[in-house]
């Protein structure tokens, strides 16, 4: 936040910086704003007070991006940013707490690493290290911003109900003060890194200094000046604060501003930069004095040499300490003689890129898992040639302390050559595991294509997506995000041998990248271009064999990397799999959903005084075929057979024997036979079929003009009656076995009477059975669904076609159903007697 700039938060919202280009921490040529300038304190603010409000020793501040499709990493407490490199950026239609939190408006709480792995793989292959989180959304009325995940150490047990309030206060107070900024607050660009305060001052104090709030200036003490070393000093709090981490300022002087309007003092610990490139952490406490706008600060440094310190350099063991990002800050005598390295090759590097001997992932992931987990660690390490070393790490929010001592192991223990290798997977090589994961769940083309666009996106900041499928010598659009509307119909069909990006990829199998507008123009002149300023062009190869290829376009120009490039091309390739496998699949499927639409009803029959309508949905998951099956059969006195039936399975054998047991139904029924007579015929068939499945049956010999029915349920859910005034029941019809069990067995039936008016809903239990519900309970709320339904019209086209809608309704929204469903309902249309 530049000097000047209100960071009031209570007040009018003030302007967006003209120049965000030139804001700390805003990308160089980035000239897209993060958020608004004036906001950035709090943010800070809001993710601090729910850190502290939770206990929590870390937290995470996700703002949605300026499209809403993503979420954004904006603010990070007591966290490493680089723990979160393979989540900065999340779909919101990713299956992860932050989309989930964001979508759904809830608090989500995961306990501990199996909690994670049982209800978020994806999540836990990112972040393979124990950890509680609770993740709220940044909400106020009907304005989401984002979410706050906090982190605790896991101990195997959720946070307690009024943890979670304080959670869920925190993000609606942050979302509160964030509504006068409106659109203006979106996420982009790296994340503002929050210092945590340190507790006590336990640094050496170095000076003091006098800040004027409202002049905008400070006066350092003599001594002050000796240890900040030359520089113009002029008097101008802005001349100093440039000294600082840029993403310390704006924290820093919403701090003062609150101390100076509340009295009470402050404390912020912030990093000084050196002029040769390093930083010393400062700790400054202040409070108001005689003027509210004037402060006094203390100084001191955190890192400076004490008595503790000293002390620490006498020790034979070795000393180090990392900051949370992994940096060293500090390390004695003892380590380096052991490291067998100088303090200036380890100040302000990590340890494995400054030891070539620690450069294995392994140890970066002991690191990783160290601050995440907060719970200590320990390794050993060989250090060329033969010099074993036992690291144990100790960790807080604050970073971490390292005790080096050298492992003398015995005759009969067998150190390894090396650590087993657990990295955690980072950046490019994560977006190929998440996309990997959701490919595995993706079945269909469409769903391949959804899981494509919903992962690849938000994981490369692209604002573009096209992805085209070859077929008859022509490249066919299967979707596409964030085009202008009808940008891409002209490009519909288009021969593989066009001159195009897009199918010369297709044809020649290499990737081709665009860094600017100005290469792609050059390289394919009058091409048509919206505004997009870089553009990946991918092959998608299956098996040696060209599929189709995928487009991605980024809004501004942009240097593909090395990894970049390769981990877009080898993201090709997996997807060129999958869609593969889904255009299989969606063959098979059309074949099979085919044949089930053959063997069902193509319409009901009329029946004199009987109004009917029927549905059938099929399942989610497999086959999207099954062996419900429902059926109406007009007899020679006026009367009608209502048959709903069952075969166990999700396949094509299912929905075969489906079709022989129908017509062996409608063959038994026509001979005028007893309804039990019919079940235990067709239960003989299905023995003498001897295909090893089970099926249920429903049926009922209904005459409209005498309001009489006879029934039989061989292993079948009840049906339902309503009655004209709307009360529904359960039809108390005696229950039987289920066909194909044994040879011997009978069929009871049950006879009774209906009421003028009487509505029957016979179902499968596909529409009353799920991973939520008990059968019972299924039963029970589609009768609730029954009595609550408008009274159905006396005839078409009102009749019973909307009641059928509704019944099957809950049926059509669940996503993860996977049986398929049939429903048959039935209302008498006589007049009463």
Not at 229 to 250: I, K, M, S
Not at 440 to 458: C, F, H, N, S
Not at 754 to 776: F, H, I, K, N, W
Request: hydrophobic share 40%; aromatic share 6%.
């Amino acid at each position: 936040m530049r000097p000047g700039v209100p960071a009031d938060p209570t007040g009018p919202p003030p302007r967006t910086d003209p120049d965000p280009a030139t804001r700390p921490g805003t990308p160089p040529g980035d000239a897209r704003p993060r958020w608004d300038a004036a906001a950035e304190p709090l943010l800070a603010d809001g993710l601090l007070r729910a850190v502290r409000a939770t206990a929590a020793y870390g937290g995470v501040l996700y703002l949605h991006s300026a499209d809403r499709r993503s979420l954004v990493v904006a603010a990070v407490v007591g966290v490493p940013p680089s723990l979160l490199e393979p989540f900065q950026r999340i779909a919101v239609a990713a299956p992860l707490p932050v989309a989930d939190s964001y979508r759904g408006g809830r608090t989500i709480v995961l306990a501990d690493a199996d909690d994670t792995m049982r209800r978020y793989p994806r999540l836990a292959v990112g972040l393979p290290y124990a950890h509680a989180s609770a993740t709220t959304p940044v909400t106020a009325g009907d304005r989401t911003f984002g979410v706050i995940t906090v982190f605790w150490p896991a101990d195997g047990s959720r946070p307690p109900a009024a943890t979670r309030r304080q959670l869920r206060a925190a993000g609606n107070r942050l979302a509160t003060g964030l509504l006068p900024y409106g659109d203006r607050v979106g996420g982009e660009g790296p994340p503002v890194v929050v210092p945590l305060p340190v507790p006590g001052g336990d640094g050496v104090r170095v000076g003091f200094f006098d800040w004027d709030l409202a002049g905008d200036r400070i006066t350092l003490d003599e001594r002050l000046r000796e240890i900040l070393g030359p520089g113009p000093y002029d008097g101008r709090d802005a001349t100093l604060l440039e000294r600082l981490a840029p993403e310390d300022v704006a924290p820093l002087r919403e701090a003062a501003r609150r101390a100076a309007r509340q009295g009470g003092p402050f404390t912020r610990r912030v990093r000084l930069r050196d002029p040769g490139g390093g930083t010393r952490q400062l700790d400054l406490y202040g409070r108001p004095v005689a003027d509210p706008a004037r402060l006094v600060v203390a100084v001191l440094d955190a890192g400076a040499a004490t008595a503790a310190t000293a002390a620490v350099e006498r020790l034979r063991d070795g000393v180090l300490a990392l900051d949370p990002d992994g940096r060293v800050g500090y390390v004695n005598r003892s380590a380096e003689m052991l490291l067998h390295t100088t303090r200036a090759d380890l100040l302000g590097r990590r340890p494995w890129e400054a030891l070539p001997w620690l450069a294995d992932p392994a140890y970066e992931d002991r690191y990783r898992s160290a601050m995440l987990s907060q719970q200590p660690t320990a390794f050993l390490a060989r250090r060329p040639p033969h010099h074993w070393l036992a690291f144990s790490l100790y960790p807080d929010a604050h970073g971490l302390t390292g005790r080096i001592v050298p492992a003398a192991p015995s005759e009969d223990t067998t150190l390894p050559e090396a650590p087993p290798p657990t990295p955690a997977p980072l950046g490019g090589v994560y977006h190929l595991l998440q996309l990997a994961s959701a490919l595995t769940e993706a079945v269909t083309v469409r769903e391949v294509a959804d899981a494509v666009a919903d992962q690849i996106l938000p994981g490369f900041g692209g604002q573009e997506l096209a992805l085209y499928l070859a077929r008859s010598g022509r490249m066919h659009l299967v979707t596409e995000r964030g085009y202008p509307e009808g940008f891409l119909d002209p490009f519909e069909g288009t021969p593989i041998r066009a001159r195009l990006p897009g199918t010369e990829v297709f044809t020649t199998g290499a990737p081709v990248f665009f860094e600017s507008a100005r290469e792609l123009s050059a390289a394919y002149p009058g091409i048509p271009r919206d505004e997009m300023g870089a553009w990946a062009f991918l092959p998608l190869i299956a098996s040696g064999h060209p599929v189709g290829s995928l487009i991605l376009g980024f809004d501004r120009p942009r240097t593909f990397t090395a990894e970049d490039r390769s981990v877009l091309t080898a993201l090709g390739g997996l997807i060129a799999q999958a869609l593969e496998r889904a255009r299989l699949y969606d063959a098979e499927s059309a074949v099979a959903r085919g044949l089930q639409q053959a063997l069902l009803p193509h319409r009901l029959p009329a029946v004199p005084g009987l109004a009917t309508a029927a549905r059938y949905l099929p399942g989610t998951r497999g086959m999207d075929i099954g062996g419900d099956w429902y059926d109406l059969l007009p007899t020679p006195d006026g009367g009608a057979v209502l048959i709903i039936g069952d075969v166990e399975g999700h396949s094509v054998k299912a929905a075969a024997l489906m079709g022989q047991l129908r017509s062996a139904v409608r063959a038994f029924a026509s001979a005028d036979d007893p309804v039990e007579t019919v079940a235990r015929r067709t239960n003989h068939l299905l023995l003498d079929l001897d295909t090893g499945l089970l099926a249920s049956c429903c049926l009922l010999r209904l005459h409209p003009a005498t309001r009489t029915l006879r029934a039989v349920r061989a292993g079948h859910p009840p049906p339902l009656l309503r009655e004209p005034d709307g009360r529904t029941t359960v039809l108390d019809l005696e229950a039987g076995p289920l066909l194909g069990i044994d040879r011997d067995l009978d069929f009871p039936a049950t006879e009774t009477g209906l009421p003028a008016g009487a509505t029957l809903v016979l179902y499968t239990d596909g529409l009353v059975e799920s991973a939520t519900a008990t059968l019972a309970e299924g039963i029970d709320h589609l009768r609730a669904t029954l009595a609550h339904a408008a009274a159905p019209g006396p005839e078409p086209p009102a009749g019973l076609e909307p009641l059928a809608d509704l019944l099957l309704g809950q049926a059509r929204h669940d996503d993860g159903r996977a049986d398929d469903v049939a429903i048959l309902v039935a209302r008498l249309t006589g007049e009463p007697d």
